[in-house]
């Protein structure tokens, strides 16, 4: 298994504790969700129809303010999973250091995998990938640099699991040009990540090959209904948007006050390089607050934002101690 957020299993071995009395911030996902609400017994019991897979694909559209052609995967991941059969077997170079499953998957599928720091060294890949907004560092990328980049690579992947906040960075509106391809995650930003809802945007002969390859049913009717409504509710957005935007400036201020330094982040995580990461972790860990560790980069730390208020007061009450 490779090093991923959310390995809340390993902070209870360690310390104890049931899985809801932890505060996990080890992972980019929103604490405060968008609220489900009811889904009819019908999107539990039957097959998703093609007429309700398509609302959601036009819901995703609205959403992310493109007319491209767009496919429903059980989440982002599936999307990674899929993209070494997109082409035949090549060099695929990768902005890093960001999500380590591209380099893992790529490689297990027979790709030559190489890491590039900037992006002008991505030039002459078969496939090229860039996390924009990054994870973990946040570094992003404008548009119209990253397009520059389309005619020199066979097939440019963008990775937008966390542009939600900050839309004017997404090349979605962009999508349906020949060897683009971007990438969403819905559980992400709308806090519902055991959803295992997000879509692939493109031109017409990627989107209809993945399409093919993720078969007829590759989202739950459950997922289809929730997703349909938050993807459309604007409101909700712009409120989330403006509220993560002061979270960060909350915990980069909390951060500071331990003597952290701020090297990155999103609107969902931020990172921070500490004297010992591992030792700020078990800190944490003993108020039952998990944090992710870097084995490369052993002073960072990576905190997701805290939800409600208590979490917050637990927070800083376990730094002070």
């Known amino acids: 298994m490779r090093e991923h957020g959310g390995n809340l299993d390993l902070a209870q071995q360690g310390f104890g504790g049931r899985a809801e009395d932890w505060i996990d911030l080890s992972t980019g996902i929103n604490r405060l969700p968008y609220p489900a609400g009811e889904v009819s017994a019908r999107a539990w019991s039957a097959l998703p129809s093609r007429a309700e897979i398509d609302a959601l694909h036009q819901a995703a559209r609205h959403a992310y303010r493109t007319s491209a052609p767009i496919v429903a995967l059980g989440g982002a991941q599936a999307a990674i999973q899929l993209l070494p059969q997109l082409a035949p077997r090549g060099c695929a170079r990768i902005l890093a250091p960001t999500y380590n499953e591209y380099a893992g998957v790529l490689s297990a599928a027979g790709w030559d995998v190489l890491e590039a720091s900037e992006p002008g060294a991505l030039a002459g890949a078969d496939l090229a990938v860039v996390v924009n907004p990054n994870n973990p560092d946040g570094r992003h990328h404008s548009p119209k640099d990253l397009l520059t980049l389309l005619p020199r690579v066979g097939r440019l992947v963008i990775d937008e699991s966390f542009v939600d906040a900050v839309p004017q960075l997404s090349l979605a509106p962009e999508a349906d040009r020949p060897g683009l ?23 017409a002969a990627d989107i209809d090959r993945l399409a093919a390859m993720s078969g007829p049913w590759p989202v739950s009717g459950a997922a289809i209904a929730i997703g349909c409504r938050a993807l459309r509710d604007d409101a909700w957005t712009e409120a989330t948007s403006t509220r993560l935007a002061k979270d960060c400036a909350r915990l980069d201020e909390t951060a500071r006050a331990q003597g952290w330094r701020l090297v990155g982040g999103t609107s969902l995580f931020r990172l921070y390089e500490t004297p010992d990461a591992s030792a700020a972790q078990e800190k944490l860990a003993r108020g039952h607050i998990w944090s992710r560790v870097f084995a490369k980069e052993p002073t960072w730390l990576r905190l997701g934002l805290p939800g409600s208020e208590a979490e917050w007061t637990r927070l800083a009450e376990v730094l002070a101690r």
């Open 181 to 203: 391809l971007i990438l969403r995650s819905f559980g992400k930003f709308y806090g519902l990540a055991g959803l295992r809802l997000g879509f692939a945007i493109g031109n």
